[in-house]
């Protein structure tokens, strides 16, 4: 059974960082294209970031381009978001995501994705 589990998520001063990661339990994680989203209390879940399986280059949602940076460590099956400059907007449970048929003008779409974490918090005072 495939699990994702997120962590790093945590109470943060504005202009602050912090760096979340999301463990997979899959053999072949370099297969599966990963995500990020966000859900923010009322709000729909939005994209935050992915990278494409068997690529190393990220898609970024504008609202945080130039601020957050996502990465990948496939050999230990773990996705990586490193969040800086964070802002009160940025408040909101973190999710990761993944799935191998996910294609390019999909990347933000939720429902794309097969394999969801149970999400980290992350709150951002102001």
């Known amino acids: 059974q495939v699990q994702l589990v997120e962590s790093g998520g945590g109470l943060v001063p504005a202009g602050g960082s912090l760096r979340l990661s999301c463990k997979a339990s899959?053999?072949?994680?370099?297969?599966?294209?990963v995500g990020w989203f966000r859900q923010a209390p009322g709000s729909e879940r939005e994209f935050v970031a992915a990278?494409?399986?068997?690529?190393?280059?990220?898609y970024y949602a504008n609202a945080v381009e130039g601020r957050f940076n996502m990465s990948r460590d496939n050999a230990k099956a773990t996705a990586y978001l490193q969040m800086n400059s964070l802002s009160a907007d940025d408040t909101a449970v973190y999710f990761c995501a993944a799935d191998q048929q996910v294609i390019t003008t999909s990347l933000g779409v939720p429902s794309q994705y097969d394999y969801w974490g149970q999400g980290t918090q992350v709150t951002v005072s102001s």
């Open positions: 899959l053999p072949t994680f370099s297969a599966y294209t």
């Open positions: 990278m494409k399986r068997y690529n190393s280059n990220p």
